[in-house]
């Protein structure tokens, strides 16, 4: 009965894994779409020491958004290669967010966040499904 029990919250965090990596990477891929258009639709803080050029982080913003979002639609999907996947775009994410700190603090630590939650619930479930094996 146990076992039913923890494959029951692991496929319910699998399943909030995956409907929170769809909205931050659709986030992140807007985020990404709005720096590219306008370099100055995002104003950093002056003497910021990890000054990154506005197009640039655009780009990564866009395609870590698309992948993110792609990886949280296999996890949904129930493809346990995802997992691990998301794990490392979540973490990736969670880095690039740091970057984004100084245009936008509060959006940033939200996002933050929220990575962390999901780089939980996937070990969580990762854990399960190496268990089950």
């Given at each position: ?36 258009a306008d370099d100055e639709v995002f104003t ?71 990575d962390v939650f999901v780089i939980w619930s ?12």
């Open positions: 009965m146990a076992d039913e029990g923890r494959l029951a919250w692991a496929t319910a965090g699998a399943v909030f894994a995956g409907c929170v990596m769809l909205t931050l990477g659709l986030f992140q891929v807007f985020q990404g779409i709005a720096a590219i950093s803080m002056s003497g910021y020491i990890y000054a990154i050029d506005t197009t640039v982080w655009g780009w990564a913003h866009l395609v870590l958004g698309a992948l993110v979002a792609l990886v949280g639609v296999f996890v949904l999907s129930g493809r346990s290669w995802a997992y691990g996947v998301g794990i490392g775009l979540a973490v990736l994410s969670a880095v690039n967010q740091f970057f984004f700190l100084p245009l936008y603090p509060w959006w940033a630590i939200v996002i933050l966040a929220l996937l070990a969580v479930v990762l854990a399960e499904v190496n268990t089950e094996s």
